[in-house]
C-alpha cells in the first residue's frame, strides 16, 4: 500500500494540463475585469459605428 501511495505522490502526468488550466483561468478573469472596467467607452464606440454605417449615403459605382 505504502508503495502504491509513493507511485501516485511522485506522478506528474497530469501537472501540465492543471497549470495550463489555472493560466486560462487566470486570462479568462483578467478579461472579464477589462471588459467590466471599459464597457461603457466599447459600448460607445460600437453604437458610433453603428450609427455612422446606418447614416451613410449609399452610392452607385459605375458598371465598367
Known amino acids: ?3 502504491l501511495l509513493n507511485k501516485l505522490w511522485n506522478d506528474d502526468a497530469g ?3 492543471a497549470e495550463y488550466t489555472l493560466i486560462i483561468a487566470l486570462v479568462v478573469v483578467g478579461l472579464m475585469g477589462i471588459i467590466t472596467v ?3 467607452s466599447m ?3 460600437f453604437q ?3 450609427d455612422t454605417l446606418n447614416n451613410a449615403q ?3 459605382f459605375p458598371i465598367s
Open 1 to 3: 500500500m505504502t508503495t
Open 15 to 17: 501537472q501540465g494540463i
Open 38 to 40: 471599459f464597457r461603457s
Open 43 to 45: 459600448g460607445r464606440i
Open 48 to 50: 458610433t459605428v453603428s
Open 58 to 60: 449609399a452610392t452607385d
